[in-house]
């Protein structure tokens, strides 16, 4: 209610989701506030992967947990939370991946992470692209205040990957699958 008050909020390809099973969504991410815009444009429950130094508050940390966010260490191979992202979605959960790893100031991109790609490889669940839009004005990296704004989530059609391509290049297709719904 509060995203369609203050934000204006719109979004187009629910049907895209499937209704059952596990499979990844696979988003930019610009903001914090991201994460939940995608989950509510979802009406599946979704799973998270978030950078392990938020956990470091008790509270927060509960709170994320309560969720479905799980901790993940950055520009590292971690083998826990890889584990952890198999096991949600081989038990039919849906998990959100941000495949550039970290909020990019509208515009910029980097090469994404390949740890999406060894996912989509090894799972081999339905892989969804998602285009947030607005949220890099309604809260841009930095910023300490939300500003209204018209944010809006386009869910795509699967992508459908060469599971043999090495997981850099697996990443890059879900990349450029995200950045055609721009």
Do not use: C
């Not at 390809?13 to 499979?23: A, C, D, T």
């Not at 060469?162 to 990443?171: G, K, Q, S, T, V």
């Amino acid at each position: 209610m509060i995203f369609k008050l203050l934000f204006r909020f719109k979004v187009k390809g629910r049907e895209n989701l499937p209704k059952s099973g596990g499979f990844i969504l696979a988003s930019n991410h610009v903001s914090y506030l991201d994460p939940i815009a995608v989950g509510i444009a979802s009406f599946r429950k979704l799973n998270y992967m978030a950078r392990h130094d938020l956990f470091f508050n008790p509270w927060f940390s509960w709170l994320l947990t309560h969720i479905n966010v799980f901790s993940v260490r950055r520009n590292t191979a971690d083998v826990a939370a890889l584990k952890e992202a198999i096991r949600r979605v081989k038990n039919g959960g849906a998990l959100l991946l941000f495949p550039e790893g970290r909020r990019m100031a509208n515009g910029s991109s980097v090469d994404p992470e390949a740890g999406i790609g060894f996912l989509a490889a090894k799972l081999d669940v339905p892989v969804i692209p998602v285009f947030v839009k607005g949220t890099g004005i309604a809260l841009p990296k930095g910023a300490k205040f939300i500003r209204p704004t018209k944010v809006s989530v386009q869910i795509g059609k699967q992508i459908f990957i060469e599971r043999r391509l090495p997981y850099h290049d697996i990443a890059r297709v879900i990349m450029e699958g995200v950045n055609k719904l721009s």
